[in-house]
């Protein structure tokens, strides 16, 4: 996978006289000395080698501030001269209606001179279920020019059929131009609508018409800014090597860059016999879209359809580091505010509750122990109530401890990869430009991550065990179970949607390419993890465990009722975020706030650590010593929560979704994301009530 970056400075129009008192370039980055005497020591000691050159480069663009820099991952800006030929991209249509993808080219659209050719994907483009091709609609830039394209055959029945069902279940068309998506803009109840794409045909309204209608032409405006070369442009770690622009290639620079792009679609009837005598990007005459239904062309047997479009170029003031901003805006701030704000009251009662149980209970009878003289202890130990009672049980081996290491192992795993990828998002890392790179990136860690997977549950298990014994068998499991779970889910949804031939299904070489990656990098990281685990210093309990396990009391409600609810705290701090997630994976929509997801992920750690040593607190003052499973599952119940309002989602905001494989596809992907959510959160909870617990009875001294 080819990663490209490109660093644009534009200066502003008084740069100019900073620039040459600041630095200067020359035309090879190997030349590059600054102007300036006074620094010019400072730069000798720099070698040339290609770690100093970016360390050199991205540390001039944080500290001089006389120009205004821009930073895109993975993407870099294309410049065209007028009468340039730039051809659009097709990408797999989609559909909210069934969120099943098709290929372009399933239906009778106009194809290539030079025939069909895929465009490179990553491995989350693949997983994501893009397909993109390349298309014959075809912009000269800055030229504006009404075009041919074809005329197809007459439809046969099954063509008919299948452009009525994509038309009748709300599929789109996703174009693409110089990486920017296609962009309708559609009046809905006296406000303007913003949509991705357009669509297949139009329904009517009318029931007493059962005819769809094709969208045949498409009106398309290009904004284009006019780039005069000024700056410097820096090419990164593709194969064009890396080097800054000369003075020479100025001239190449200067152009039009493309900072939008908007389709209108519509349907016209032509007469087939007159335009099949054109060939393809022939000009025609411009027409207007017609509103009367008898105008347009409809789908139906032996019927020739006639593609055509226009385009127009339109100069504009936005600059091609904010060409992403349509897509990008975000409504409802408030709303997240909002969402920031009630988890935050959460947090600081919770955070009173753990307050008022350290300094007020444990603190205060801890401090009433000490003073006493030997025989006042001896004579209290007799006396001992609430959670002093299970000293000699509350470490005891807790029932299915093979599991729970497993399960904490995957939790820190899963809780690492969520964590640095929304850290890197949120810094402006994981960009929209660059389709399926979020995937990416957070497959990527998530096998990295498998070093700290083997490390914590080997880790866990000579502290339950109190030896390293069976090490390898457990870094084995920790490094099969959730990727075992996805496995199961994912094949299975794979065989529904390979008998829909939707291009969402996963291929057999991408399976293969998986299975290698995972078997090649994340089980040794995981086997090298459980190792380290094995020669780290065991966590030492502070008191021992009894022969003979104490009888708990008997409850009047079973304690799992109470775990079970505690789950509805950390997923009060989660509700809100989770619609928007949701709403962008489920309603094709852009989702770029990171910075609100990676305050509400702090919070939720926060809250499900507090939960969990709460109910923990709890659970030991009642004399109930089986914490383990119950800590993990206080704060782990949320993933419950989210699964419940997953299928909430489906029924009230997903009411419209067709088909029973769309249904399970639906839950089937929302059951992965429960399962994840439960082992991170659980871990949290975990790892806070069993250093809470050891902290706490570390500071008894009960023989």
Not at 8 to 27: G, H, M, Y
Not at 69 to 94: C, E, R, W
Not at 156 to 170: A, C, G, P, S
Request: glycine share 8%; charged share 15%; proline share 4%.
């Amino acid at each position: 996978m080819e990663l490209i970056i490109r660093l644009s400075v534009d200066c502003r129009p008084d740069a100019k006289s900073v620039l040459q008192s600041d630095c200067c370039f020359l035309n090879t980055l190997e030349d590059m000395t600054p102007c300036c005497p006074s620094s010019m020591a400072t730069f000798k000691r720099f070698t040339m080698c290609s770690i100093c050159k970016w360390a050199f480069l991205f540390g001039f663009l944080l500290f001089f501030n006389g120009c205004c820099g821009f930073y895109l991952p993975g993407s870099y800006m294309h410049t065209y001269s007028t009468g340039d030929q730039i051809y659009a991209k097709v990408n797999s249509l989609t559909s909210i209606e069934t969120e099943l993808p098709f290929g372009y080219y399933s239906l009778p659209y106009c194809r290539p001179q030079d025939g069909i050719k895929k465009s490179a994907e990553n491995l989350g483009e693949l997983l994501m279920g893009d397909q993109i091709d390349n298309s014959p609609y075809r912009f000269r830039m800055n030229m504006n020019e009404s075009v041919y394209l074809c005329t197809t055959k007459g439809l046969n029945e099954n063509e008919v059929k299948l452009l009525n069902q994509r038309t009748r279940d709300l599929y789109q068309v996703n174009m693409i131009l110089d990486n920017l998506p296609a962009m309708r803009y559609v009046n809905q109840n006296g406000a303007t609508v913003q949509w991705t794409g357009f669509p297949v045909g139009y329904a009517p309204t009318d029931k007493n018409r059962n005819e769809d209608y094709i969208i045949n032409h498409l009106r398309f405006r290009v904004l284009i800014h006019e780039y005069e070369g000024s700056g410097v442009e820096i090419i990164g770690t593709g194969e064009e090597g890396m080097g800054v622009i000369s003075e020479a290639d100025k001239k190449k620079a200067s152009g039009f860059e493309i900072v939008g792009f908007e389709v209108y679609p519509c349907s016209i009837k032509y007469d087939p016999d007159k335009m099949s005598k054109h060939n393809m990007y022939d000009k025609v005459d411009p027409v207007n879209c017609p509103a009367e239904l008898d105008k347009l062309q409809v789908i139906k047997e032996q019927e020739k359809v006639t593609f055509t479009y226009e385009v127009e170029f339109v100069k504009s003031n936005i600059r091609w580091p904010s060409r992403w901003d349509a897509y990008l805006k975000m409504e409802g701030a408030r709303v997240h505010w909002f969402s920031i704000m009630n988890s935050l009251m959460v947090i600081f009662f919770l955070a009173g509750i753990v307050f008022v149980i350290f300094l007020r209970t444990v603190r205060r009878d801890l401090t009433r122990y000490e003073e006493l003289d030997k025989e006042a202890q001896a004579q209290m130990n007799e006396e001992l109530s609430g959670w002093k009672l299970v000293v000699g049980d509350v470490f005891r081996e807790p029932d299915c401890s093979r599991l729970l290491c497993v399960m904490i192992g995957d939790g820190v795993q899963i809780l690492g990869m969520a964590a640095v990828t929304i850290i890197f998002a949120a810094l402006g890392f994981m960009s929209p430009a660059s389709r399926g790179m979020l995937l990416t990136g957070m497959i990527i860690l998530y096998l990295f991550l498998g070093i700290a997977a083997g490390y914590a549950g080997v880790r866990l298990w000579r502290t339950i065990k109190g030896g390293s014994e069976g090490w390898r068998s457990l870094s084995w499991s920790i490094a099969c179970f959730f990727p075992g779970i996805v496995f199961i889910i994912l094949t299975a949804l794979n065989f529904l949607l390979w008998g829909s031939k939707s291009t969402g299904a996963i291929p057999i070489s991408l399976y293969f390419i998986l299975f290698t990656l995972w078997f090649c990098i994340s089980v040794p990281l995981t086997l090298l993890g459980g190792f380290m685990g094995t020669r780290s210093e065991a966590i030492q309990y502070p008191v021992r465990t009894n022969q003979i396990p104490r009888e708990i009391p008997a409850r009047k409600y079973p304690s799992w009722l109470l775990v079970l609810g505690a789950g509805t705290l950390p997923f009060g701090t989660l509700f809100i975020e989770l619609f928007f997630i949701l709403s962008s994976i489920w309603l094709g929509r852009f989702y770029y706030v990171f910075g609100f997801l990676l305050i509400v992920l702090t919070m939720l750690i926060v809250v499900c650590a507090e939960v969990s040593l709460v109910l923990t607190y709890m659970h030991l003052c009642v004399e109930d010593w089986r914490w383990w499973w119950k800590a993990f599952y206080a704060s782990g119940s949320v993933a419950l929560y989210v699964f419940l309002y997953s299928i909430n989602y489906l029924v009230f905001d997903l009411k419209s979704l067709s088909g029973p494989v769309s249904a399970m596809v639906y839950l089937g992907y929302s059951l992965i994301i429960a399962v994840a959510i439960m082992l991170s959160t659980g871990t949290v909870g975990f790892l806070t009530s069993f250093y809470f617990v050891h902290y706490l009875f570390s500071s008894v001294k009960i023989d």
